[in-house]
């Protein structure tokens, strides 16, 4: 029940393409949802986070889409950009002083020019 | 740059050694979480602290150990090294009471030979 499923495993878009990438959860107790971006060589950084009280979450290019009663949630990275290029992880925690993220497979966006 | 440090980026090791690696978190956090990130096994949760305490316990083998001190700096040793212990080690670290948000440091590649 502590598994977050996330697809596609890897994703080729063109330059100004929308990518979408989506994530499932079991776990009805999640509240909090982020998704990380991480470049070769370097540790995750938070991109966008979600809560289960919205549907949709927009910060510029980036938007998170979640479905409560389907228990899934998915980034659409709109106009994508060769920087984009990167692996990108969905996550999930539980309420509580833990927090501890559990974290999707990852999914590796080429976005070629 | 996320504010959080880790020391040394990198660690070139023997099987059966022990090894130790530093987390500083973020100016003001209180809490740092340990992750393993490896090609088999993804990014997993292995331990945190808050505020010195140990608060949460993922999948942490028994040769690992962690602790955080009075400055907040934490340090996760890895003993009885074996090759499946090659992975990425980060720390990352958030102000618990006020918000979820985890902000990653550059990770310690441990290399196990």
């Known amino acids: 029940q502590q598994q977050v499923k996330q697809s596609p495993q890897s994703l080729i878009v063109q330059k100004g393409g929308i990518s979408i990438i989506n994530c499932a959860y079991e776990?009805?107790?999640?509240?909090?949802f982020p998704w990380y971006q991480q470049f070769p060589g370097k540790g995750p950084a938070l991109l966008i986070a979600?809560?289960?009280?919205?549907s949709e979450k927009k910060e510029g290019r980036f938007t998170i889409s979640f479905n409560k009663s389907a228990k899934q949630f998915s980034l659409h990275i709109m106009d994508s950009q060769p920087g984009d290029s990167a692996t990108y992880f969905c996550a999930a925690s539980r309420p509580g002083s833990a927090r501890q993220l559990t974290f999707g497979s990852g999914t590796q966006l080429t976005v070629l020019p | 740059d996320s504010g959080v440090t880790q020391t040394p980026k990198h660690l070139i090791t023997a099987t059966g050694q022990r090894v130790t690696l530093r987390c500083s978190p973020r100016?003001?956090?209180?809490?740092v979480y340990w992750y393993q990130q490896s090609l088999d096994q993804g990014l997993q949760f292995l331990i945190q602290y808050y505020n010195g305490e140990e608060r949460a316990k993922g999948n942490i083998l028994e040769r690992f150990s962690a602790q955080q001190f009075p400055d907040l700096h934490s340090e996760l040793n890895l003993s009885s090294l074996e090759l499946g212990d090659s992975a990425l080690y980060f720390c990352?670290?958030?102000?618990?009471?006020?918000?979820?948000?985890?902000?990653f440091g550059p990770g310690t590649r441990l290399t196990v030979l």
């Open positions: 776990n009805t107790a999640f509240d909090y």
């Open positions: 990352a670290s958030s102000v618990v009471v006020v918000g979820d948000e985890q902000f």
């Open positions: 100016s003001g956090d209180l809490s």
């Open positions: 979600i809560r289960p009280d919205v």
